[in-house]
């Protein structure tokens, strides 16, 4: 599949999951309140985290080796379920065994919130099932049905949300929304594999690959999901549950537009089973995310906040106003997720490591300092701070590789050449 295909798939499947989860995070909110919000947002945040986390790399790991060996899909996909279920279970007990730790350390002043975390760290296999199956497609290029794994959850998950209205106990609605839309993804992607001719096999060379491949990719999963939930974790021991849901909301939100440049990221990955890479693709293709960006953010900042306060409502205007903040994080934080992948395809994984480690140590000194001082806007400052430094460590990097600094210019302003590559890509579709 050519490029251009492939991207405008993913971007087309992306921007419809983004009005998806813009809906669920409207319906959502006003559901909740920013109080109600915040506790909610703090439990799920930790989730998030220890699953990734307690994922030890398997899901990167699956995309590298399907597209590597799409031909064994029994023993991958035995893989994945051993991993999901292993790894689930043991996440679980250690969870348990430290539960008295972690309430004291992040839910200092919500038991609420420890209580829906418990909630949700009970169905850790399935969450893992949840992101290794889908990634499963995504190593094979199947852009399409990946798509779908994404938006038929969301569907899910909005419909469970819209019946909510009448009903008390919202807290408990929403995570039982969450719940089912990582069910639907576990079933869905069940459904686009096709596991009717499955059966367990296990290869002992393959899977000491997949293991090697699981390791080495750990420390960055870790790197990368500290990066992008640390700040909330923070914000917990400083921010009221008022102001923690209002960032929570602003964080998803400025989130959502990293759809752009995540449409092209699997994209320059999944090369690293053909041809690596050239720089000159790389920056072609961030300029035209950049582009892409610029005119989204642009559009929103100029009519967006009438939009937001009605469909939020006003208690959220602090929200809009923390999503300003983080635009410039959103503009930098976009790019260093391709430069990522652009490193891993190239298999530079040791110096990918060392600069988003260098970005978290900078993410976590910054908030500790900023946010008692500012609030929740020095959560957005320091966001602001790790992400530009990391992406002055990428281009540093890439003027040492290729003795050519890149400008401003060259990063933002798509040149003639660019516009001809494109037709002549129209071409081959």
């Given at each position: 599949m050519s490029f251009i295909r492939s991207f405008s798939i993913t971007f087309a499947s992306?921007?419809?999951?983004?009005?998806?989860l813009l809906i669920c995070r409207i319906l959502t909110a006003r559901l909740l309140g920013p109080s109600d919000l915040g506790v909610y947002g703090s439990a799920l945040n930790l989730a998030t985290i220890l699953s990734r986390w307690g994922s030890m790399g398997t899901v990167p790991a699956t995309q590298l080796i399907i597209s590597?060996?799409?031909?064994?899909?029994?023993q991958i996909l035995t893989f994945i379920l051993l991993a999901s279920w292993v790894l689930g279970i043991a996440n679980i007990l250690i969870i348990y065994a430290f539960q008295e730790i972690i309430m004291t350390w992040q839910f200092p002043g919500s038991l609420a919130a420890f209580k829906l975390f418990k909630?949700?760290?009970?169905f850790l296999p399935v969450i893992l099932l949840s992101m290794m199956l889908p990634i499963y497609l995504l190593g094979l290029s199947q852009y399409r049905n990946y798509a779908l794994t994404q938006i038929i959850p969301l569907c899910v998950q909005v419909s469970i949300i819209l019946s909510a209205s009448e009903m008390s106990e919202n807290n408990r609605i929403v995570v039982v929304a969450q719940l089912a839309s990582w069910l639907t993804t576990v079933l869905i992607s069940i459904v686009l594999i096709g596991f009717r001719n499955f059966h367990f096999e296990f290869s002992r060379s393959l899977f000491i690959k997949f293991t090697h491949l699981s390791i080495a990719m750990w420390p960055l999963i870790i790197i990368q999901f500290g990066l992008s939930r640390f700040a909330i974790l923070i914000g917990s021991h400083s921010l009221s549950a008022v102001e923690l849901g209002q960032y929570f909301?602003?964080?998803?939100l400025s989130e959502a537009y990293f759809f752009i440049h995540a449409s092209l990221a699997p994209i320059i990955l999944n090369q690293s089973g053909a041809d690596k890479p050239h720089i000159n693709f790389l920056v072609r293709s961030l300029r035209f995310g950049n582009l892409l960006l610029i005119i989204s953010l642009t559009i929103t900042i100029l009519i967006g906040r009438q939009p937001f306060l009605y469909f939020f409502g006003d208690d959220y205007a602090g929200s809009w106003k923390l999503f300003l903040l983080l635009i410039p994080n959103v503009l930098f934080h976009g790019m260093v997720s391709v430069f990522i992948h652009h490193l891993l395809a190239r298999g530079k994984k040791q110096i990918a490591l060392i600069f988003q480690l260098t970005s978290l140590v900078i993410l976590v000194l910054s908030s500790f300092l900023l946010c008692p001082l500012y609030g929740a806007s020095g959560l957005c400052v320091a966001s602001f701070i790790s992400s530009f430094c990391a992406w002055l460590c990428y281009l540093l990097k890439i003027k040492y590789d290729t003795n050519r600094m890149l400008s401003i210019g060259a990063l933002w302003i798509p040149t003639s050449e660019d516009w001809n590559y494109l037709k002549n890509l129209r071409k081959v579709i």
């Open positions: 992306k921007a419809f999951s983004l009005i998806l590597q060996n799409p031909l064994s899909k029994n909630k949700l760290y009970l909301l602003a964080s998803n």
